[in-house]
Nanobody, 119 residues
Framework: QVQFVESGGGLVQPGGSLTLSCAAS????????MGWYRQAPGKQREFVAQ????????NYRNSVKGRFTISRDYAKNTVFLQMNSLKFEDTGVYYC????????????WGQGIQVTVSS
């Protein structure tokens, strides 16, 4: 079993920046892709960004393109989400996601971390 610890969330003013981290308890080399999702109050969880195990391609939700950057560090077993120019609508609970290779079972999820953009 693998566990994940998310960090880096918090309260930030519009236009500010945060970097989320999701550290795994073991090597993440076995995952085919890693990503971030978010859920705003009263809304469904939505895709934010994804990176393949090889580093490319990366995919982003249209509303965060040019502002968010996803990356991973295999040495640290960690996935990052750099968030710049934050907007009110970026507020929500952010979850890291790890997708096993085909046949490797269901996706893994972090516990979630709150990001609040407010003035």
């Amino acid at each position: 079993q693998v566990q994940f610890v998310e960090s880096g969330g918090g309260l930030v003013q519009p236009g500010g920046s945060l970097t989320l981290s999701c550290a795994a308890s073991r090597s993440i080399l076995s995952f085919s892709a890693m990503g971030w999702y978010r859920q705003a109050p009263g809304k469904q969880r939505e895709f934010v960004a994804q990176i393949s195990s090889g580093g490319t391609p990366t995919n982003y939700r249209n509303s965060v393109k040019g502002r968010f950057t996803i990356s991973r560090d295999y040495a640290k077993n960690t996935v990052f989400l750099q968030m710049n120019s934050l907007k009110f609508e970026d507020t929500g609970v952010y979850y890291c996601n790890f997708r096993p290779v085909p046949g490797g079972g269901s996706d893994y999820w972090g516990q979630g971390i709150q990001v609040t953009v407010s003035s």
